[in-house]
Each structure stands twice: as C-alpha cells, then as structure tokens.
C-alpha cells in the first residue's frame, strides 16, 4: 500500500517529462527541417513577395535559367565533384598512412601531435586563404583545379586523419600480429587485415572531406575564381543578387552529390559493420 | 640432449623498457616434443613465447630453429604459427578465409586450399561452419578456428598463448586433450604458455616451470610434482603447507629433531643437498594421513608426525579438508572420514612425500591459480 502511494508522484513527473522533450524536439525538428523546405518551396516559385505566406505563382522557369548555357551551373557542378573527389583521393592518401602511424604510437603522444595538427585551424580562414592565394598566384596554380583541390585538402585534412586514427587505434595489434605469424609480410598483413577492419573509419573520413570540399566557400573562392567556378559561388553569386530561385536550385544540387556519395559509402559501409556487431 | 634440439634458445635476454623479464634464458626443445611454459603472471613465460615467436626482440642471446639462427628474422619467416589467448580471428573474414589465409599467401592454387581447408575443419570439429564469420561462433568454436589457421600452413613450431584460459571450464577440459591428440598424431613441435598446473600436466611431455624471468625447474610432469627442486616449485606444484623444522644431515639420511609440535624422525634423503639446521617442509593436503591423538598405532621411523588441533572441517567432495593448527602455523588436511573441531590430532606425513629444502626462498612463492576447485586452497603460514 505505501509502496503504491509512493510510486504515484514519481511516475506522474515521469510523464511530464516528455512535455519538455517533445517541444524540444519539435522544435529541433523545425530549426532542422524548416529552411529545408522554405527551400524547396523557393526552388518552384515564379512570383513571391512579402505579406503573402505561401508563393503566388509556382512554375519551373527560373530550372530553365539555370541549366541554360549561359548559366554555368552543370560547370560549377562538375568543377564541385571532381574538386571534391579528388580531395577525397588525396585525402586518404596522406590520412591512411599518417592515421595508422599515430595510432601505433603511444597515447600521450599521438593525442599531442593531433593537438599540434589542429593549430591551423585556430586561425580565421580568410586571412590564410588571402595569403594561400597570393602564394599559389606565384607559382601558377592560382585558377586551377589542384590548387583548389589543395586548399580543400588542407581544409579537410586535420579531421581525416583524425578520424583514420581512431578507425586504426581500434585495431587490436593481436589481429595484426596473427597474420604475421602464419608468414603474411608487413605490407599484406595491412592490405588483408588492417585496412578491411579501419574501413568503416576511413569511409567516414572520405564523406566528411567529400562533403566539406563541396561546401567549401572562402578557399575556392579566393584560389579558384574566376577561372574555376564552384557551386557555393554560383550560390553565393545567386543569392547576394537577391535571386533566390537561382539560389534554392543551385543548392539542390549541391545535394545531388552529397546524397549520392553518401549512398555509395553507406552500402560499403554496411556489411562491414554488420560483420563487427556480430563479434 | 643439445645435439637433437629442434628449438634451441640460448641465453636469452629481453625485457620492456628497463624492466627486464627474461634473465639469459636457456632452453632447448626437440623435434615433436609438447613443453609447457608454466608460471604465474609476470613469471616471463608469455615474453619468452613472444620472443619465439619474433614479437618481441632478445635483448640478448639467440633463437635457433633446428640449427638456423632465427633470432633476428621477423615473424613470417620463422616458420611457426602461434595461436593467440584472445584468438585473434580476423572479423571480416569468414571461418574458411580464416583458415585457409596462411595458404593463400603461400600461393597455393585455389582448389588444395579448399582441400586443405575442408581438411582443418572435419580434424577440430568444425565442418559446415565454413561460411560463417568468427562473430556467430562460440568461445570453444573459435577457439578452434585459431587452431585450424594456424595447423593450416603445417608450422615447424606450434606456439600457444594460453589458449584455453578463455573457455568454459568444461569445455577447456575436453580441449585440452584434443588439443594433446592432434600434436601427438600430427608430431607437431609446441610450446604452451600457461598458469594453470593441471593443464600443463595432462598436456605437456615436459613442464618448464618459471619464475621471475629465469627457469625455477623442468621436468616430466611427474618429475616436478614428486621431486620438486625448491621451495617455490612445491608450492606451485600444489605442496603449499609448509613448516620450518630444524635436522641434521647424516651420511644418506636426515634426521628431524623433535619440537614442541613434531616427533623426531630420520627420513632417507635420496640424494637431496640437504644441509643440518633449519629446513622447511611442505606438503601436499592430500598426501598425509589423519589421526586421533591417542592412537596408539606406532608410526614407522621414516615418517614425520606432527600433534595439533583441529580448527575447522569442510566438505569440497571426496574427502574431508581440516584446517589444522600446529604449533603457530596452520595447515590443511585431508581425511576420508571429518573429524571434529577442538579435537587433538596427529598428521603423518611419509617421506615420500615430505619436501624439505634448506634455502628460503627469496619471496614468498605467489600462489598458483588453479581452476579445479579440488585444488584451490591457499594458505599463506606464517612462521616464527
């Protein structure tokens, strides 16, 4: 009997926890997906102006703008995903190696250098690309795509390797040392054992540098305008123009690529990770 | 004996940092033997392994492998395989890439590594499973798998890093004696890493038994637990009442003076390097014998008879275990029949199986962890 009186307030508060979390999250829920779809209403609207709530008219004219031939956006677009890809590319190259070197090193140690390899970003992007522009202008990759692809390496270099030393510190040596002592060499030990089990790491590491090279603004714009366009100055120019359709489009399809390589990953991603749940 | 050692380890140092662990180490092992590399944790017996092994670089002396120095060579060209305490399967690989991993890097043709591993899995038990990965197996199953991949590229040297410590008891009985079978019908050449004493007795042809970096006795499993070299080996060996009793040495006997608590008597010494004065004795609970004080039967004269008093009675199975005081120090006996606490008794202890040895160990011998619960008792007497 006291035990039931007892639990009645209690489970009461209980309940009413979930006031507070439920318009928390509702509201996370519009601060997430509200712009989203002002967006997407944005990028069918011929005629809006502002006491009206919803658009006046919906129409696919400002589409046909974009696409014309005079409108660089499939340009900037393909310019975005090489750009991003081959950051990717060189990303890893230089993560893989350097993540695993790390994560074989003693603790103290590797969380110091990862400290020191955040420095860089401590200072204010602006002022450094200034400067990276007027350095690459001297040695002609200022207006190229590997001086753009460069700049966003250095962007997403730090967290790559990051991350790709986590993915590697997770690695039991033991693992590794299996396969060396039934006669695999250093380099097969890494290609069949370590590098299938950090998979999942670098995969994460890949999107990440993918998707900041496609938002990458400040770098590409200092490095790569105007000879390499990219799509967030397309955006840019779009929107400081006041033109927001042209704007809205141009950011759906910076998610075409986001979406799509996120996609490809996830696949290989899965069956991976499956296969550590299960251990 | 050195001619036809297949494994020879010679003075062999090694440590981690500053600390060294292996003191020059020597040891030789021959073709087909099983050795067990006994000891509790930090006795060295794991590093001595690694170093075989090529994980972890002697500091100084050298590992030959039937007369080829392989002491500087790194693990994959050595020749073994060592099978790891945690396992060690790679997740991402099914059991049958596990297996047949070692023969893919040889460059064996597809179909006799398919053979080979068909073969592994009928030998441990494991066919039909050959699709799954290491996670859907259970603990003995992977176990098993370990056992295969590393049996799989036919080592010279099969190396064992305690690799039943993480199994059922139940399980880790019948494995151990799979485990012996296989070795002995394929003649393998192993070494096993272990801390537990049954294991290594049911197991090994010779038991080399560690402590502190060097090799405190080896022997035949009989050897060791009847003719313990010292006072730690008695004692890991399972001999861990122990009491200080003061003799003489003669020309082949030794004489133990009467004290407050025991009866004189003279015990052959077998060719022990006994010396007159203090000595300490241990003995195993079950190898004594229990009376009641006024038994009037007379003892012969090479047996020890000490008095004391019964302290407490338990029942682990079998027999009844008594903790008996004599004098200042407690020890353990086992009787087929209880006796009551408070009551006086004698404990006869024949000198078969009394160990007397002069020297006082250094430390106090660490108590061996044993899994059987027959075994596990631990008393710690501590004396004048």
């Keep these: 009997m006291t035990a039931l009186t007892h639990s009645a307030p209690s489970r009461l508060r209980f309940d009413l ?39 006046l ?8 703008r974009v696409f014309s031939p005079r409108g660089n956006a499939m340009e900037s677009l393909t310019n975005s995903v090489i750009v991003a890809i081959l950051a990717v590319a060189v990303s890893l190259a230089l993560a893989i190696p350097a993540g695993y070197a790390l994560a074989r090193l003693k603790l103290p140690l590797r969380g110091l250098i990862l400290l020191v390899f955040m420095i860089p970003q401590a200072f204010p992007n602006l002022p450094v690309y200034v400067n990276v522009a007027r350095l690459f202008y001297e040695i002609g990759l200022n207006g190229t795509i590997a001086g753009v692809v460069l700049v966003h390496v250095t962007h997403g270099l730090v967290f790559a390797v990051w991350i790709a030393t986590a993915a590697f ?44 090279s496609l938002d990458e603004f400040t770098g ?37 690529p986001s979406v799509g390589f996120m996609l490809v990953v996830e696949r290989f991603l899965k069956a991976d990770v499956l296969s550590r749940v299960g251990r | 004996m050195n001619d036809e050692a297949f494994l020879d380890i010679a003075g062999v140092s090694a440590g981690y940092g500053r600390t060294p662990v292996l003191k020059g180490l020597d040891l030789s092992i021959r073709k087909g033997e099983f050795v067990a590399l006994l000891g509790s944790s930090g006795c060295g017996k794991t590093t001595l392994l690694r170093a075989i092994a090529g994980f972890v670089q002697p500091s100084g ?21 060592l099978v790891f305490q945690s396992y060690a399967l790679w997740p991402h690989m099914t059991v049958a890439q596990n297996i047949g991993y070692g023969l893919k890097l040889q460059r064996k043709p597809r179909g006799e590594i398919a053979g080979r591993v068909d073969e592994m899995e009928a030998l441990l038990g494991l066919s039909g499973l050959g699709a799954r990965k290491p996670g859907e197996l259970s603990g ?24 039943l410590s993480n199994l059922d008891a139940r399980i880790r009985l019948q494995v151990r004696h799979e485990i012996r079978s296989l070795q002995q019908r ?7 890493v272990t801390h537990d004493r049954e294991e290594a007795m049911v197991m090994a ?9 060097r090799i405190a006795q080896q022997g035949t499993p009989e050897e060791v637990y009847n003719r313990p070299a010292s006072s730690f080996v008695a004692a890991f060996m399972g001999a861990e009442n122990r009491l200080v009793l003061t003799g003489h040495a003669e020309a082949s006997r030794f004489g133990i003076l009467e004290g407050s608590d025991n009866a004189g008597c003279l015990v052959p010494l077998d060719g022990r390097p006994l010396a007159s004065g203090s000595v300490e004795a241990r003995f195993r609970a079950e190898a004594v014998e229990l009376l009641p004080a006024k038994s009037r039967e007379n003892p012969s004269e090479a047996v020890l008879e000490l008095a004391g008093r019964v302290v407490t009675v338990s029942y682990p199975g079998g027999l009844w275990r008594h903790a008996i005081k004599v004098g200042t120090a407690e020890i353990l006996v086992d009787a087929p029949r209880a006796f009551s606490p408070g009551e006086a008794v004698k404990v006869r202890i024949p000198h078969q199986v009394l160990f007397l040895f002069n020297s006082r160990e250094a430390s106090p011998p660490p108590k061996p962890v044993s899994r059987s619960g027959v075994e596990s008792r631990f008393l710690e007497v501590s004396e004048a």
């Design chain 1, 220 to 256: 590409s714009y200092f490095v790569g305008a105007p000879d390499v366009n990219m799509l967030p100055l397309l955006l840019y120019n779009a929107g400081a123009g006041g033109n927001y359709q042209v704007a809205s489009i141009t950011a759906l399809l910076l998610l075409i």
């Design chain 1, 169 to 212: 510190a997770a690695i039991d040596v033991e693992l590794e040392q299996a396969a060396r002592s039934i006669g695999a060499g250093p380099l097969q030990t890494f290609r069949d054992v370590t590098l299938p089990l950090a998979m999942p790491g670098l995969m994460a590491s890949a999107i990440f540098v993918f998707l900041e």
């Design chain 2, 61 to 81: 002396g050298a590992i030959s492998v039937a007369g080829r120095n392989v002491t500087n060579l790194p693990p994959d060209k050595r020749g073994m395989a």
């Design chain 2, 186 to 192: 394929l003649g393998i050449t192993a070494v096993h």
């Design chain 1, 17 to 55: 926890w979930w006031l507070p979390r439920g318009i928390l999250l509702g509201l996370l829920a519009f601060a997430i997906f509200g712009p989203l779809a002002n967006l997407l209403l944005w990028a069918v609207t011929e005629r809006w102006y502002f006491p009206h709530t919803l658009p």
């Design chain 1, 57 to 64: 008219e919906y129409g696919f004219s400002f589409w046909a």
């Design chain 2, 205 to 213: 042809d010779r038991i080399v038994i560690m402590n502190a970096g």
């Design chain 2, 140 to 163: 003995g199953q992977r176990q098993r798998v370990a056992l295969g991949r590393a049996l799989a590229i036919d080592p010279q040297i099969l190396l064992l890093d305690e690799p």
